[in-house]
């Protein structure tokens, strides 16, 4: 494999393990963030975000001398940009990184070079791109053709998991011109282990939201059952178990609404694009953030019968065993029911994080210990294994399947 010079802007989640691979894979890596204190902590060899392993390999990449991080963008062979794709007011995207990264490489794109567009983004994101910069750098164009290549490779990768699947998932390329697509297409040949295929840019958009707005659609219906079971007093649990021994029949668990940056964003980006015709994933979202406050409205239903109730809320995470809170329906529940009943004691119990401004974080035992009223809220491992005997006499709402 030959040695490319490569940039990557954005050195987080998806950035960083991104470059220090493909630095302990040979290539001269320029890493660029705009936080300073990332910069400073990745020139140490160390990180700034929870992975498992991603430590050892930044550490290699940087001691090798193959990854250096800077504040700049440098000239380079190829330019991967890993910013982050949010939603702004009114759910509509927040392009506003991708933009600033695109104008941060504009001086130092060359003629032959690549750019790939990682973040995942709303159609005609990586046109965009390419038109930026045609427009920064008119010497960049020749006839009407540009002559540098512009790809989009949405990242599909589990948090927790993220060094072996940047190898070994398929991948998705697509280029806006088919040259692009191919040049791209090899580089990710290089390194990835499981199938390149190629498309063009607007589609490999598209199946990225794709696969996220499938997964919420698919949630949202276990969530709206769970709400129709909760109307007809019947175990939704019981219900799912039941249905699911249909040969066909594959109905996801229901949980406190649908949470993290990915699921619970990148569905209105398809909304935002074609709002007429995007019906069902629009309604999915609404009846995921619905269930968070049917799951508060339950809880104060219960409360109201005690004078300053004491409310245990079992997990802050948008999901079981990590502490990230991004969208986190369980972290809205708990606001919201600290909110509506300020009488009440809530005791929040996150055993991923040491503590939270605006909540009491206390240990399971002494939450369980105390509380008249306990919420499942995410099924964190040491909530799985808690003795079942602690909760007779609590009122027990359960809104992720905890203690089935
Ligand atoms: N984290 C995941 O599991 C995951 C999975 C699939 C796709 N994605 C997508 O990948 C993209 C990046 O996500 P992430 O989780 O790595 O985000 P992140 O917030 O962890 O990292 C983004 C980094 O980019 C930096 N940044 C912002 N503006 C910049 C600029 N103009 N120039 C250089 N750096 C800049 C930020 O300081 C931050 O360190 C998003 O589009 C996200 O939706 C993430």
């Known amino acids: 494999m030959n040695t490319q010079r490569i940039c990557v802007m954005g050195l987080g989640y998806i950035g960083l393990p991104t470059a220090s691979l493909l630095a302990t894979k040979g290539h001269k890596v320029h890493g660029v963030d705009v936080r300073s204190d990332v910069v400073d902590t990745i020139n140490r060899g160390s990180i700034h975000i929870v992975e498992p392993e991603l430590d050892v390999l930044v550490r290699s990449a940087v001691h090798s001398g193959n990854l250096v991080a800077s504040l700049e963008p440098a000239e380079a062979d190829l330019?991967?940009?890993?910013?982050?794709?949010?939603?702004?007011?009114?759910?509509?995207?927040?392009l506003s990184y991708v933009d600033a990264a695109t104008e941060s490489i504009a001086p130092y794109v060359r003629a032959g070079n690549l750019v790939i567009l990682e973040s995942t983004s709303p159609v005609g994101t990586t046109e965009r791109v390419a038109e930026r910069l045609s427009a920064l750098r008119p010497d960049l164009v020749e006839d009407g053709r540009r002559t540098f290549h512009v790809a989009h490779c949405p990242e599909r990768v589990l948090p927790g998991h993220i060094l072996r699947e940047l190898v070994d998932n398929d991948?998705?390329?697509?280029?806006?011109?088919?040259?692009?697509?191919?040049?791209?297409?090899?580089?990710?040949?290089?390194?990835?282990?499981?199938?390149?295929?190629?498309t063009n840019a607007r589609t490999a958009e598209l199946a990225k939201l794709t696969e996220n707005s499938f997964r919420d659609v698919?949630?949202?219906?276990?969530?709206?059952?769970?709400?129709?079971?909760?109307?007809?007093?019947?175990?939704?649990?019981?219900?799912?178990?039941?249905?699911?021994?249909?040969?066909?029949?594959?109905?996801?668990?229901?949980?406190?609404?649908?949470?993290?940056?990915?699921?619970?964003?990148?569905?209105?980006?398809?909304?935002?694009?074609?709002?007429?015709?995007?019906?069902?994933?629009?309604?999915?979202?609404?009846?995921?953030?619905?269930?968070?406050?049917?799951?508060?409205?339950?809880?104060?239903?219960?409360?109201?019968?005690?004078?300053?109730?004491?409310?245990?809320?079992?997990?802050?995470?948008?999901?079981?065993?990590?502490?990230?809170?991004?969208?986190?329906?369980?972290?809205?529940?708990?606001?919201?029911?600290?909110?509506?009943?300020?009488?009440?004691?809530?005791?929040?119990?996150?055993p991923n994080l040491r503590e939270l401004e605006g909540f009491d974080v206390v240990?399971?035992?002494?939450?369980?210990?105390?509380?008249?009223?306990?919420?499942?809220?995410?099924?964190?491992?040491?909530?799985?294994?808690?003795?079942r005997s602690r909760l007779q006499e609590k009122v027990v709402i359960d809104a992720c399947g905890l203690f089935r």
């Not at 035992?365 to 040491?382: K, M, Q, S």
Request: charged share 25%; with cysteine.
């Open 79 to 94: 330019f991967v940009l890993a910013v982050p794709t949010p939603f702004a007011e009114g759910h509509v995207p927040d």
């Open 171 to 198: 991948r998705i390329v697509g280029g806006v011109d088919p040259a692009s697509a191919e040049v791209a297409a090899a580089f990710y040949r290089t390194f990835v282990s499981g199938e390149v295929l190629v």
């Open 218 to 350: 698919n949630i949202a219906f276990a969530n709206e059952l769970s709400m129709v079971c909760g109307t007809l007093d019947i175990d939704v649990w019981e219900v799912i178990a039941l249905a699911n021994r249909h040969p066909r029949v594959q109905i996801l668990n229901p949980g406190p609404g649908v949470g993290g940056h990915c699921l619970a964003v990148d569905p209105w980006f398809i909304v935002s694009s074609a709002s007429d015709e995007a019906r069902l994933i629009r309604t999915a979202r609404e009846v995921n953030v619905a269930k968070e406050d049917w799951v508060v409205r339950r809880v104060l239903d219960r409360a109201e019968r005690f004078r300053k109730p004491v409310i245990a809320c079992l997990g802050l995470a948008y999901k079981p065993d990590i502490d990230d809170l991004r969208e986190s329906p369980a972290l809205h529940v708990t606001r919201s029911i600290i909110e509506a009943m300020p009488e009440a004691e809530v005791l929040a119990v996150e």
């Open 363 to 387: 240990p399971l035992e002494e939450a369980i210990g105390r509380a008249d009223i306990v919420v499942g809220l995410v099924a964190h491992t040491p909530f799985k294994r808690m003795d």
